[in-house]
């Protein structure tokens, strides 16, 4: 597309108090011409005098994702073109799942998904315009979105934002809400929600997101203080990382979906040489799990061992049990003898997971750990 039709279509599903897109070529189209650039743009403010002074000061940035399904056009095209592509709710799946969880991906593609929601997430979907008009009073302009979108550099990276909002300071953005039962307890975006909204910024071409959730009460209802926003930085390598993995599973599929990875060679000779033993050790610590249940029922029947352990040994060898005591608080008993003082710590434990939560978004810390676990070859 040319700059002017890509910023056309994203404008004619934005509102009409767009009067001006900065194309992907530095200038500025004018919504009161029909989208004409102006012949003479100012490089820090571009727009023609005639605009300026009618007060039009909203030049935004215009997205260069294709839209591949209109808002509007029936279910069964969008979940057809949706198959063909990688999509936000999916690419976390894919990026962290190897070829079983390809599979599985790839047969609900070809075969449609049989999810035709619950009440639960039938009432999450009924609070999404709700949310999205809430939304507006975080970034000043949201439009719901039910178009599907391709992105400029991938036709098959698709997703459809839930809205695509305009942030003076940011340009473009997407946004996803969610709406929770009651008991949801995660106070920041799960894994697999960032995935999708860092896929979404990557499909539409975006800056950053905004993503909002809600936790309905007991009663089904909506949180009288409203929703919680979480602004979600554009992070570039977590999207070349989704990008690298989506691109590998439609190379997969498009290679008839073969039942074991091109690895490098370094990584086959590792994996040669650890599959077995790795094999043979699970083998071994089940039939230990079994036998070390029957050993400690034989050792507790000896005397004081529930207290103070046990000691033996046999012509094969010895075995030791060790008890291990901890202190904790008798929370019912506290209650019951002193109950302002108890009532008194509750509402500091409370007071204090508030804060603990509120710093914890302000000043994250993050750790990482690796973990090895071994997979079947899934043979079809």
């Known amino acids: 597309m040319t700059a002017t039709l890509q910023a056309t279509a994203f404008v004619n599903i934005m509102t009409s108090r767009i009067s001006h897109v900065l194309a992907d070529d530095g200038r500025t189209l004018c919504g009161k011409s029909g989208w004409k650039r102006h012949a003479s743009a100012s ?62 991906i790839l047969e609900a593609k070809m075969n449609g998904s049989r999810f035709n929601g619950t009440a639960a997430t039938r009432a999450g979907s009924s609070r999404e315009a709700a949310l999205l008009d809430e939304a507006a009073d975080e970034v000043g302009m949201v439009h719901p979105n039910g178009a599907l979108w391709a992105a400029a550099d991938n036709d098959l990276h698709r997703a459809t934002p839930d809205g695509i909002g305009i942030r003076s300071e940011a340009g473009l953005i997407v946004v996803e809400v969610k709406s929770h039962e009651y008991g949801w307890k995660l106070d920041t975006i799960p894994a697999d929600h960032l995935a999708q909204v860092q896929w979404q910024i990557h499909v539409l071409g975006a800056t950053a997101g905004l993503y909002g959730f809600e936790v309905r009460d007991e009663d089904d209802q909506p949180p009288a203080d409203g929703a919680t926003w979480i602004p979600v930085p554009r992070d570039d390598e977590m999207i070349a990382w989704l990008t690298y993995r989506a691109d590998q599973f439609i190379a997969w599929r498009e290679a008839g979906c073969p039942e074991v990875d091109d690895l490098p060679d370094e990584v086959a000779a590792a994996l040669a040489a650890w599959a077995p033993t790795k094999t043979a050790l699970d083998a071994a610590a089940a039939a230990e799990k079994v036998t070390n249940g029957a050993m400690k029922k034989a050792a507790a029947a000896l005397p004081f061992a529930d207290r103070f352990g046990a000691v033996g040994m046999g012509e094969v060898g010895g075995f030791q049990i060790t008890v291990s005591e901890s202190v904790s608080i008798d929370d019912a008993a506290w209650r019951a003898a002193e109950p302002e003082a108890h009532a008194r710590a509750e509402e500091l434990r409370v007071e204090l997971a508030f804060l603990e939560a509120a710093a914890k978004r302000k000043y994250p810390q993050i750790t990482r750990r690796q973990s090895l676990r071994f997979q079947e070859v899934e043979s079809v």
């Open 43 to 104: 490089p820090i403010f571009p727009m023609c005098e005639r605009c300026t002074a009618a007060g039009a000061a909203d030049v935004v940035p215009a997205s260069t994702a294709r839209i591949v399904v209109p808002e509007g056009a029936p279910r069964e095209t969008w979940l057809a073109e949706r198959g063909e592509g990688v999509t936000a709710s999916e690419v976390w799946e894919i990026a962290r799942g190897g070829v079983k969880t390809w599979r599985r």
